[in-house]
């Protein structure tokens, strides 16, 4: 056998007359493109970790039928959802979306769709039926009996479905189905329950009922049905891409009349979301055109302060409630002649203005402060009449202090005077116009009283008596001879004789 054409020499060329190098070329670049597709293909496979078919079919049929413990589950799920919307709790709510088991019968309506298993379908969309009557049921009776009417802000949001919510169902049912068909199950599912939220809108819709608003009902109902259509619609797509056999062949007849019941059904249930996207997204350039309408004209005024600031895109009315100075008509109508260089052609500024000049804040402050010393003038009041009290309290102590005799010095001073005395008693007192003698604690008022007790062995004259008198006196530092008593005592002779026998 002779050599291939392309292995010719350099210059030489194949039978077709292309050249050596240009064939090699061509070789080369097949060759490259076939290793990126074979890695391109084996980088987004689903098959190589795909469930067989049996456990694939056991799957999604386990979940269709509401009994025994799906059902149970199923409304304490609604109760859980109702509570959480009724209080506001986020983290509520999405517990309700985990143990809802809501997805079993969509997924299963989207998949016997996609095995063409009619029977499956009819009990797909039995059972759905049956747990979406239950949930505004048991919802309906919650809210009707709860206390708490307000409608909170986890519950506004469930009742203006756009084509996000449509997005979202889609794709949180595409990640539904592959996490579905794998051997290894994982958060897959529990994580599209709360990205897709079946259970909210369903309960958000029996509050629509409870409270009789309709537009609740309608929009929280209107969810639940694009959650349905686009997560069953999800399914049917990813079970065409993975080729899972048919239960039965269609003939053409009936595959296009099935195909079309469910264009039909996807078309019905994405335009009315597409209209309100749109609506959506000119309310929120609306909204947000007037925030700069209102940043750029009203808050550049000196001396106006904007209140408050309400958007109304239905209307198309800007309301603004303003303080300050007050603006003229003039400078009214040149700013709503500048609304269309904000976006807002057609739309009406409604302005609402007090028509007082600014607070003067130091003013304000000397009001505040004004009012700060009212309220707390008793308070003060009783602070001053405390304080007064314990300065007379801390006075009548020093003058007690200073009252007080020097005890222990003119006891030694008698003591020096008497080196035979046998007993020198020194004591302070208190006297009064009666002369009666008191306790040192005594009430003020009374005179000072100096008592001097001596017990001698003979006499004392009564001239030595009135010198001593006069010396304690002065050395006391008392001004009148009667705040002086002294007491002298002498001993029997009796006493004296037997002291000094046993002296002797």
Request: proline share 4%; with cysteine; net charge positive.
């Amino acid at each position: 056998m002779g050599a291939a054409p392309y292995l010719l020499g350099k210059g030489k060329t194949d039978r077709g007359g292309l050249p050596q190098w240009r064939l090699r070329q061509l070789l080369v670049n097949s060759m490259t493109l076939d290793s990126l597709n074979r890695r391109f293909h084996s980088r987004f496979d689903l098959r190589p970790d795909q469930a067989e078919v049996a456990e694939i079919d056991a799957t999604f049929r386990s979940g269709v039928e509401f009994r025994g413990t799906n059902l149970w589950v199923l409304i304490f799920a609604i109760f859980i959802a109702s509570i959480g919307l009724n209080v506001n709790s986020t983290a509520v709510i999405i517990g309700a979306m985990l143990i809802s088991p809501l997805m079993g019968p969509i997924m299963a309506l989207g998949y016997g769709a996609g095995i063409n298993d009619s029977a499956l379908m009819r009990s797909s969309l039995f059972n759905l039926g049956l747990a979406a009557l239950i949930s505004l049921l048991v919802s309906t009776v919650y809210f009707w009996v709860s206390p708490l009417t307000l409608a909170h802000s986890e519950l506004l949001a469930r009742t203006t479905p756009s084509i996000w919510d449509v997005l979202i169902a889609l794709f949180g049912g595409l990640a539904g189905v592959i996490g579905a068909t794998r051997r290894i199950k994982s958060n897959l599912i529990p994580g599209v329950a709360i990205a897709t939220a079946l259970m909210p809108p369903l309960c958000t819709a029996g509050y629509g009922l409870a409270a009789g608003n309709l537009s609740y009902f309608w929009g929280a109902f209107y969810l639940f049905s694009i959650n349905c259509v686009f997560i069953a619609m999800a399914t049917l797509m990813m079970v065409r891409v993975m080729r899972l056999p048919s239960v039965k062949l269609l003939e053409d007849r009936s595959l296009i009349k099935r195909r079309t019941v469910i264009g039909l059904v996807v078309v019905m249930t994405m335009v009315p979301s597409l209209f309100l996207a749109i609506n959506l997204v000119q309310k929120e350039w609306f909204d947000t055109n007037a925030a700069r309408f209102v940043q750029q004209v009203l808050r550049a005024k000196t001396n106006v302060m904007v209140v408050s600031q309400e958007p109304d895109f239905h209307a198309r009315q800007l309301r603004v409630n303003v303080v300050g100075d007050r603006l003229l008509d003039a400078d009214i109508k040149a700013m709503e002649l500048r609304l269309p260089e904000f976006g807002l052609d057609g739309a009406q500024l409604a302005l609402t203005q007090s028509g007082q000049v600014m607070p003067d804040m130091n003013a304000v402050k000397r009001d505040l402060l004004n009012d700060f010393l009212q309220t707390n003038r008793a308070d003060i009041a009783e602070r001053d009449a405390r304080i007064a009290s314990l300065q007379g309290e801390l006075q009548n102590l020093r003058q007690s202090v200073a009252a007080q005799l020097p005890l222990k010095d003119i006891y030694n001073e008698v003591r020096s005077q008497f080196p035979q005395a046998l007993q020198v008693r020194v004591a302070s007192g208190f006297r009064t116009e009666a002369e009666k003698v008191q306790a040192p604690s005594a009430p003020g008022g009374e005179r000072p009283l100096l008592l001097v007790q001596l017990k001698l062995r003979g006499p004392l004259s009564a001239g030595e008596q009135e010198r001593l008198r006069l010396g304690l006196r002065t050395r006391a530092g008392l001004t009148d001879l009667e705040d002086v008593r002294l007491e002298v005592s002498v001993l029997s002779p009796v006493k004296v004789a037997v002291g000094k026998k046993h002296a002797r």
